[in-house]
Structure formats: structure tokens, C-alpha cells
């Protein structure tokens, strides 16, 4: 019987959720969005549908996203989020339970932790697992972390950036800080209006943080037309901005996530500094995608940086490959019930 047992792994993430399951991959990489009608309390959309729906429902529906900053904000959003995603993952095999693994931000209490526990089993797990990003993070990022040497990994997502110094499967020294691509995205929005009295999106702020954004001044400058509307005359508006924009906008949370990678590096071992600076520091996370910030890192900390393999599949891949092999990975693993 043991096959149907089936095994999902979840990143759940303050702005994407993604599902790992063993041998099949990452099946669902979908926003942590969910769509309510206020009128009767139901979940109509969860996802992909529901992100289409920001900024654009009538009063009577509101797109939510369940987490802040990594951390469940509204309990029973998150789980029926939970149910839909574990429900889509196991299609037609509703009978058998899963064992689920959830990844969970480095600095979480253990209250924050329980809640995630308890909304995954409430959500129909038959068992639910904790890993801690970093740690899921660097092993999504085929970095050794079992071994006796010092690893740092920087995984800078939707609403936090954790930073971590891995050793013998644990965590040394970290830190958390509540900057993200959503901070980004909103920094964005913020300095066009400021600058340009354009009001933009939040879905606006990000393609153009995609599409143009960097972390450093570029020398070849990447231009884009945006439209919005305008603060004074209140009608749409076109307009051309390039990547300095971009960067100047992000000056202050590029700032705060240095200062915090500094910080972990103050408070490492010596032993583990010199590991640090042999393997370099890895950026994993969607974020991690900025152009230049891994040589901003350089810049600002002398250390060498390099970004992961698919930054953004690492929690999740890191996640399925800890559940597949419980065993190996007992030290690093949380509350399991």
C-alpha cells in the first residue's frame, strides 16, 4: 500500500506557493493569492485565476494573499489555500492522505510554526513536516550541508530575505529581514510616483522590475515604456523610464538586505569565515534574479557570490528532496506530528 502514500513538498511563499513532489518535479508554481466574496464568505479563486483579480474585483470580492512577510496573516485563508493546492496536487487520490513538508522563513516563532502545522494537517496531510528555508534553500542548491564546513546562503523572496550560515545540517548564525520583491515592487511604484507623478500597479511595478531592473548601475541602461495615470490630471499617461530609475529606486532595501548579509558575516565563526570566503556566498530565491546583485554582494562584502541554479525552484526542489529522504535529514527538520 506504502506507493499511495503519497509525498508533497510545499515553498510557501508570501507571494508564490510551489509543489514538489518526488521523482515528478515541481508540479505547481502558482501566486499565494486567494480570491473571497465577502457576500457569503466562500473562496472562489485560488492561484493563477485569483491573481488576475487583483486590482481589478468589485467591491463585494477581495484577492487576499494569506501571508505577510513569510508568516500566515489570516489563518483560514491559508488553509483553505493549503486544501487547494494539496487537493490539485493529489487529483482523484483523495482517499490516502499525504505527508506534507512545508518550508518556513528561518526567524519564525514557534506559535508561527504550530499555525503552519496545524493548517497543513487541516488542510488533509496525514503528516506535516517544517524545514526552514535557508536550509531547504541551500539544499535546493546542491550545496553539502551536511558536511562539517561552513555554507552562507542569501534566498531573497517575495517578502523576506534570509540570510544563513550552514554547518553540520544547521543553522550557525542567520538573520531574517522583511525585504523582499514585494518591497522592491512597492519602492518602484513609490519613486515613479514621487519623481514622475505617475500612479502605477503593483503588477505594473513588477514587470518593470523584471524586465529592467538592476541592483547596480548599468552601463548598457535598459529602457522601457510604462503607462499609468497621471497624479495631476488624473488621465492614463505613457512614459519612458531606464534601469537607473530602477536602481535608485531600490538604493535603500538593496541597502538593508547588505547590511544584513554583513551582519551574519560579523557574527560567523572564524572557522567558517574562511570556508565563506573559499566557497563564496550562493543567492537563491526568485529576487536573487535582479541583474547585478550578486556582484553588489561582492562589492559590499569582498566576498564572492554566485547565484543558484533556478533560484526560484530552490526552497521547493531543496523541500522534496529533505521529505524523500527523511533519514538523512533529521537534524535539520522541525516539529513533525
Not at 70 to 86: N, R
Not at 154 to 171: F, H, K, Q
Not at 310 to 329: F, I
Request: charged fraction near 20%.
Amino acid at each position: 500500500m506504502s506507493m499511495f502514500f503519497k509525498k508533497i513538498a510545499i515553498d510557501l511563499g508570501t507571494t508564490y506557493t510551489l509543489v514538489h513532489v518526488p521523482k515528478r518535479g515541481i508540479i505547481i508554481n502558482e501566486p499565494s493569492v486567494v480570491a473571497i466574496s465577502l457576500l457569503d464568505n466562500k473562496v472562489l479563486a485560488v492561484g493563477n485565476e485569483a491573481k488576475e483579480m487583483i486590482g481589478r474585483t468589485p467591491d463585494t470580492i477581495v484577492a487576499q494573499r494569506p501571508l505577510k512577510h513569510g508568516v500566515i496573516a489570516d489563518y483560514k485563508t491559508t488553509e483553505a489555500m493549503l486544501k487547494y493546492f494539496i487537493g490539485k496536487t493529489m487529483s482523484g487520490l483523495r482517499i490516502f492522505r499525504p505527508e506534507v513538508m512545508v518550508a518556513v522563513p528561518g526567524g519564525i516563532t514557534s506559535t508561527e510554526r504550530r499555525a503552519v502545522v496545524d493548517a497543513t494537517l487541516a488542510a488533509g496531510a496525514r503528516a506535516a513536516y517544517i524545514i526552514k528555508e535557508p536550509i531547504a534553500a541551500a539544499i535546493g542548491a546542491d550545496i553539502p550541508i551536511g558536511s562539517a564546513s561552513g555554507h552562507m546562503i542569501v534566498d531573497i523572496g517575495g517578502g523576506t530575505s534570509e540570510i544563513a550560515v550552514i554547518s553540520l545540517g544547521g543553522i550557525v548564525t542567520s538573520t531574517s529581514v522583511r525585504i523582499g520583491g514585494n518591497s522592491f515592487d512597492a519602492a518602484i511604484a513609490d519613486y515613479i510616483r514621487k519623481e514622475y507623478a505617475l500612479a502605477i500597479g503593483e503588477r505594473t511595478a513588477e514587470d518593470i522590475k523584471i524586465r529592467i531592473g538592476a541592483a547596480m548601475y548599468l552601463e548598457d541602461k535598459l529602457y522601457m515604456e510604462i503607462k499609468g495615470r497621471d497624479m495631476i490630471s488624473g488621465l492614463p499617461r505613457t512614459l519612458e523610464i531606464n534601469s537607473d530609475d530602477i536602481t535608485q529606486a531600490l538604493q535603500n532595501d538593496l541597502d538593508g538586505i547588505m547590511q544584513a548579509i554583513k551582519s551574519v558575516l560579523y557574527d560567523t565563526p572564524p572557522e567558517l569565515s574562511a570556508d565563506i570566503m573559499d566557497k563564496g556566498m550562493i543567492f537563491s530565491g526568485g529576487s536573487s534574479l535582479l541583474r547585478n546583485i550578486d556582484a553588489l554582494a561582492t562589492k559590499v562584502t569582498q566576498v564572492p557570490a554566485f547565484i543558484a541554479e533556478d533560484p526560484l525552484l530552490c526552497v521547493a526542489k531543496g523541500t522534496g528532496v529533505a521529505l524523500d529522504n527523511l533519514d538523512s535529514y533529521k537534524r535539520s527538520i522541525l516539529a513533525a506530528r
